[in-house]
């Protein structure tokens, strides 16, 4: 949960509460929740995403404020002396109850699930010890599709109804793919007024997958597979545009890259678009250079390391010996790192000789 | 840019000029399209091509390629005309006001809509009123003002606009160039540059080039401004450059008049490239070196609000390949040198001692701050916007810039105007997004867009393939038959090696900056008639 989404206390506008008995300040405007996650106090929650404005649709978050009263926790705002209790043996009723009616609702089959172990839903289920309640429940089926898109899987019978998704695309990519349509019961998903996904306005940017709770919408696969609790993730830095996104990597057992998340804490503030989601298995393509290769009569011949740059290196003398350090010239990166970029400007200037170093900046 | 990415809301409205932002900074777009659509912020947009930013613009300028400077003088004008500038922002902080005013007064909206091709001389008194009262307003660009002869002057005129408004040194105001690359802030900022050393310190500076020598325990380095890209493949044929270096870079591909760069790099005696792939480029290599791949590396970029953030190693190296500076730092030592960096950390600390405005950041720094340069002391907290309260070089020059038209008009040979640019799914020579699955798969050939009006000039139908041909070469590429660009002008993308842009586009170029006219030359779309009997057949 990133606390970047919530300030430091404002001078003179703070608010002290009390949160399970513990004495809370938090800025004017802040909801419970928030508060309470600024502070490393758990409150469940599903529809809630620090990203998107908040709905209040899914309840899970329900405390109780002031003896009394039932609050979802995501929407109402802490007021002075507020006395907040985030679990008892009624509030773990309801949420028990609120996340077996949604198991009722769906087909929360974990075992070929993407987000087995990733899931939002399932951490809720076993930690309120919630079932498939027994009876016949009216099982709704809803929009799978699975293949339309070349970015997105959707298996609405996994969806929670949270809006995540819907917020996701309107307040973060804001191109407004997903509505929800029908009533009651009813309630759905839809893509551009029942468009397939693969043939709606979606560019894939992947935003809505990656805040969804469940395995409703999820990625397509890439490159590498694997279950969840088996990846391994680093960040980094996206190699397309200057915006210069911050990703969480994931690979497998294996070491292939599985999926790119954005991480919150970037200037992209968790988003990414369409080359940072989708555009890393170029770098484990088999047609990857992997021996250094010397041109022998017109052919390039593999070789080691040592002869190499060995060649490099005497050619180089012998050019500059020739014809002058100036009629080297060099070539720097922008898609190369500022230590790569520092070093060869260094070398071309201390140990050639010439100021012939660019780079393509004007391309 | 002179200001932050998280400034965005910041501002009360936008002016974006030559920047396809939500196909080419897809993130910054969607932030911007928060703002607009969600919030009511404005938009005057200014673009050859309806792009999609467009549909929410309050104005939108349909201009002829090559025509930013005539459109800003005429904005601009009207500014000046109807006293809509801050003047005290001006009296205070710039010089020039009286040069520029005089240049603009020829720049009526009828004479600038003259020049842009645009319908309605109105919009431009509109739009200049509208933008006079957002305060502030954050002006947005990326090549489609710079990729021009007059490249250097189209950059200097935005400056000269948000100077008169006001916008410069305030959060959500500023003058802000999306970078197009990774990493091409930091590649400017460690002197990978023919001119400048580390943090744009002047090579032809005699202190500098000692201070440099003294901190790398070199000879005295070389005094002469070095030969930009361009130049060195003029320079090559010229028979004056007989080695050239590249890593990374794919120049074949990326570089205008592409028979020209082939001649060049034909005609060297020792051509190394280092790259992850066989590029086209590297095909005409005499020794190639494999290097890490982006996720291979542990290091430090600087994205295009200045911000320096630590890349992680998320993946073993591929095959026998290394790091670049690692490659460099062999050839380095065969040369004498005696460098012996452990790591990429090793190096930064280095560039830190050199580098006025990476001094005061560190790796453990970076891995828990914020920190955009200027940020020269251990203790400072980075810089979010650029020339508060003061201009580095003082006060703030206004400067009387003239629209001048691009080196190639068209003719009855070629009738129509070609600019080039990206799409959202491909980046650059493809090298990277097209040896990517989804992206290939999403976006897989090249296309010449082509307004409706043209197609049927022409006799073209939507996705028939067509020779488009300018004076130095021809390609054959599907057409895309829209709506949304202006008649008289076709865009394609450059990421296609096998219907490559830049066998089109012009070598002119800008005579300050020498950045390529990659945004407009003269160019030919034809029909391509099938071979039938009475034609001859192939016999
Ligand atoms: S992938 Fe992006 S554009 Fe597509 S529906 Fe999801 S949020 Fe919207
Ligand atoms: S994810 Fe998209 S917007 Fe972000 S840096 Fe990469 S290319 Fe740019
Ligand atoms: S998280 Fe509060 S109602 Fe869903």
Redesign the pocket.
């Known amino acids: 949960m990133p606390k970047d989404a919530i300030g430091p206390i404002v001078q003179g506008q703070g608010i002290s509460l009390t949160i399970d008995g513990q004495a809370v300040m938090g800025n004017k405007g802040q909801t419970i929740?928030e508060a309470a996650l600024a502070h490393d106090i758990d409150i469940p929650?599903?529809?809630?995403n620090p990203r998107i404005s908040k709905?209040?649709?899914?309840?899970?978050?329900l405390v109780r404020v002031n003896e009394t009263m039932f609050k979802?926790?995501?929407?109402e705002p802490i007021a002075p002396d507020m006395r907040v209790v985030t679990e008892d043996p009624e509030l773990t009723e309801i949420r028990k109850g609120i996340l077996e009616m949604l198991l009722a609702e769906g087909d929360h089959n974990c075992l070929y699930c993407d987000a087995n172990g990733a899931c939002e839903l399932q951490n809720l289920v076993m930690r309120y010890d919630a079932a498939m309640p027994s009876g016949d429940f009216p099982r709704r089926h809803r929009t799978i599709d699975e293949a339309s898109s070349k970015g997105l899987k959707r298996n609405e019978d996994r969806c929670v109804l949270?809006g995540r998704c819907v917020k996701a695309c309107a307040e973060v990519q804001l191109n407004n793919v997903w509505q929800f349509t029908g009533r009651g019961g009813n309630t759905h998903l839809t893509s551009d007024l029942d468009a397939k996904i693969g043939d709606s306005t979606c560019v894939n940017c992947g935003t809505c997958a990656q805040l969804c709770p469940t395995g409703a919408i999820t990625l397509q696969p890439v490159l590498g597979r694997g279950a969840n609790w088996d990846l391994k993730k680093e960040s980094s830095i996206c190699i397309y545009c200057g915006v210069g996104c911050k990703i969480d990597f994931f690979k497998n057992k294996g070491g292939q890259l599985v999926r790119a998340l954005g991480h919150p804490d970037g200037p992209n503030q968790g988003h990414l678009c369409v080359k940072g989601r989708f555009g890393f298995d170029f770098i484990q393509k088999p047609a990857r250079l992997s021996k250094p290769l010397i041109r022998e009569n017109g052919a390039f011949k593999e070789a080691t390391w040592d002869e190499a740059l060995d060649f490099v290196a005497a050619r180089l003398k012998e050019i500059k010996a020739q014809h002058g350090p100036d009629a080297v010239a060099a070539l720097t990166s922008a898609k190369c790192t500022n230590e790569d970029n520092y070093l060869m400007q260094k070398f071309m200037r201390a140990m050639v000789g010439t100021n012939n170093v660019d780079h393509c900046a004007r391309l | 840019m002179t200001n932050s990415i998280r400034e965005i809301p910041a501002s009360a409205g936008y002016l974006i000029i030559g920047t396809n932002t939500t196909e080419n900074h897809p993130v910054i777009g969607s932030m911007l399209k928060n703002e607009v659509i969600n919030k009511g912020k404005k938009l005057i947009v200014a673009d050859p091509r309806r792009i999609e930013l467009a549909r929410w613009a309050d104005y939108y300028f349909p201009i002829a390629p090559g025509t930013n400077i005539a459109l800003l003088n005429g904005l601009m004008h009207v500014i000046v005309k109807e006293g809509l500038y801050d003047r005290a922002f001006v009296e205070e902080r710039c010089e020039g006001f009286g040069d520029l005013a005089k240049t603009l007064e020829k720049y009526t909206p009828e004479h600038v809509a003259g020049i842009c091709g645009l319908a309605n001389p109105q919009d431009i008194v509109g739009a200049a009123r509208l933008m006079a009262g957002l305060k502030p307003m954050a002006l947005y660009y990326a090549m489609g003002i710079t990729q021009f002869v007059s490249g250097v002057n189209g950059v200097k005129s935005t400056a000269n606009l948000q100077m008169l408004l006001g916008n410069l040194g305030v959060a959500g105001g500023g003058v802000n160039p999306l970078r197009g690359q990774s990493n091409v802030q930091g590649a400017c900022d460690m002197g990978g540059l023919p001119n400048v050393f580390p943090a744009y310190q002047p090579v032809t500076v005699e202190e500098n080039r000692a201070k440099f020598a003294a901190a790398w325990g070199s000879g005295a380095l070389p005094d002469k401004p070095g030969l930009t890209l361009m130049e060195m493949f003029n320079q090559a044929i010229a028979g004056n450059i007989k080695a050239l270096y590249v890593m990374g870079e794919n120049p074949v591909l990326s570089d205008p008049d592409q028979h020209h760069v082939i001649e060049a790099l034909e005609a060297l005696d020792l051509f190394v490239v280092q790259d992850i792939f066989m590029t086209e480029t590297a095909r005409y290599a005499d020794v190639v070196l494999p290097a890490y791949g982006f996720l291979e590396k542990a290091g430090t970029v600087t994205n295009t609000e200045r911000r320096v953030q630590p890349m992680h190693r998320v993946l073993e190296p591929w095959g026998q390949s290394k790091d670049d500076w690692w490659i460099i730092m062999q050839i380095a030592r065969r040369l004498g040198a005696d460098w012996d960096y452990k790591d990429a950390e090793a190096i930064f600390e280095e560039i830190r001692r050199v580098t006025p405005s990476y001094a005061g950041m560190t790796y453990a720094r970076l891995e828990e701050e914020l920190l955009q340069w200027p940020c020269p002391t251990p203790e400072h907290p980075g810089t979010q916007f650029l020339h508060k309260g003061k201009f580095s070089r003082g006060q703030g020059l206004l400067t009387a810039i003239e629209f001048t038209p691009p080196a190639e008009g068209t003719d009855p040979d070629f009738p129509l105007i070609l600019t080039t640019g990206r799409i959202l799914e491909h980046f650059h020579t493809g090298t990277m997004s097209r040896n990517s699955r989804v992206l290939d798969e999403l976006a897989p050939e090249a296309f010449v867009e082509m307004n409706r009006h043209d197609a049927q000039d022409h006799d073209i139908g939507d996705g028939e393939v067509v020779a488009v041909s300018s004076r130095r070469g021809s390609i054959r590429i599907k057409a895309r038959v829209v709506d949304t660009i202006k008649p008289g002008v076709v865009f394609i993308p450059f990421h296609f090696a096998e219907a490559a842009a830049n066998v089109l586009t012009i070598g002119a170029y800008d005579p300050v900056a020498k950045i390529p006219e990659l945004k407009v030359c003269a160019c030919a779309v034809e029909k391509v008639l099938p071979l039938t009997d009475t034609a001859g057949g192939l016999s």
């Open positions: 929740l929650y599903l529809c809630y709905t209040g649709a899914c309840r899970i978050c979802t926790a995501c929407t949270c």
